[in-house]
């Protein structure tokens, strides 16, 4: 493990137990009844302890997307050829796809970082190049990529999300791009959760049974042959992984080791976090599972994580979009936690110490 890394993972921290007992003090004083708006509470407090702040506040916010290429899709994996990444970093980077959206609509910034296209880009303001090699090998074949170049992509996401957090930064949500990438999350997600390769491999892009049943039995030969060590995340990530789920481990490292929240999006987010939490087990609290997409394998890495997503909208399109949805939520949940009035301030009677209801009952 490179000095980066270690010193990163070494600088996380625990939740701040006085912020969370203030909010929860905060939100036992709102008036409502205690619990009644559920997870948003849960959100707020967590939040305050990630923060230190007993009334936090997350306006500057950024989607970071990692873009690279994957070998393995020379194995007929996706329902679309490699070329598609280069040209949805050419849409991202024109504000024309749906995380450009979503994004502007949730007030965040879009940062497009290029760790391993496969092709040469064209120089844009918007666009962050930190290629680490052009696209992975055919992981079927061999190895995806070195030990060295799987560290020097988790340092990448590092910088990057230093470099975001220089320029004020209060939540970030993860984002990817990468034809081929949930061969490598089912890849993933099956060595570090332990699950037949079977149930962690879905139709990624759309593609038809046959297909799915062949891109099952191309990880089962890649994990066969590469015999990645299921204890060792990074070895597990340069055999069977992808550069762009380095890259968004290297976000989730570095946004934790800051006390930034992290809002993951869906299956690759999971397999980047799987890895994350395996090198750091310290870095779970700081992280919000934005959604649940219908990749199979997400699912189980939700549960490996004991995550439950804010929301469940049957995405799979991958780029952040699930991830800036939920931002939405924790503006709600953050919101409500700081403007609601308490009963003192609107001279309102807080429930009587003898009253038998529970703590979600309405009035």
């Known amino acids: 493990m490179t000095r980066l890394i270690s010193e990163t993972i070494t600088a996380i921290g625990v939740l701040d137990e006085r912020a969370m007992n203030e909010a929860r003090e905060r939100q036992r004083q709102l008036t409502k009844p205690p619990g009644s708006l559920g997870r948003l509470e849960e959100l707020a407090v967590q939040i305050a302890g990630i923060t230190g702040a007993a009334q936090p506040s997350v306006s500057r916010r950024a989607v970071i997307v990692m873009a690279a290429d994957h070998g393995v899709t020379e194995e007929g994996v996706s329902a679309y050829p490699a070329e598609v990444t280069g040209q949805m970093v050419a849409n991202f980077l024109g504000g024309g796809a749906a995380i450009n959206v979503l994004a502007r609509a949730a007030g965040a910034r879009v940062v497009v970082v290029d760790i391993g296209v496969r092709g040469d880009l064209a120089p844009h303001a918007g666009l962050v190049s930190k290629k680490v090699r052009r696209g992975t090998a055919n992981f079927r074949r061999g190895a995806a990529m070195t030990r060295a170049e799987a560290e020097r992509a988790i340092e990448v996401g590092m910088d990057v999300l230093g470099e975001e957090s220089a320029r ?6 993860t984002g990817d791009m990468g034809i081929g990438n949930t061969t490598a999350a089912s890849a993933i997600t099956a060595c570090l959760t332990g699950a037949d390769v079977a149930d962690v ?13 062949h891109k099952v039995d191309v990880i089962q030969r890649a994990i066969e042959a590469n015999r990645p060590d299921r204890t060792d995340a990074i070895d597990v990530l340069a055999k069977v992984g992808g550069l762009e789920i ?15 929240p992290v809002v993951l999006d869906g299956f690759i987010a999971g397999a980047a976090a799987l890895v994350a939490v395996q090198l750091a087990p310290a870095a779970r609290p700081f992280l919000i599972a934005g959604h649940r997409s219908v990749e199979p394998g997400h699912r189980a890495a939700l549960e490996s994580l004991g995550f439950r997503a804010l929301l469940d909208l049957d995405l799979r399109l991958g780029e952040g979009t699930g991830a800036v949805l939920a931002m939405h939520l924790v503006d709600d949940a953050l919101r409500i936690h700081r403007e609601m009035a308490t009963f003192a301030d609107a001279r309102v009677s807080d429930r009587a110490d003898t009253s038998d209801a529970g703590p979600g009952d309405a009035a």
Not at 168 to 173: E, P, R
Not at 246 to 260: E, N, Q, Y
Request: a positive charge; aromatic letters at 0%; charged letters at 20%.
């Open 201 to 213: 491999t879905g139709r990624g892009t759309g593609i038809d049974e046959a297909a799915r049943l």
């Open 168 to 173: 004020g930064l209060d939540l970030v949500a």
């Open 246 to 260: 380095a890259g968004l481990t290297g976000v989730i490292l570095g946004a934790a080791a800051r006390r930034i």
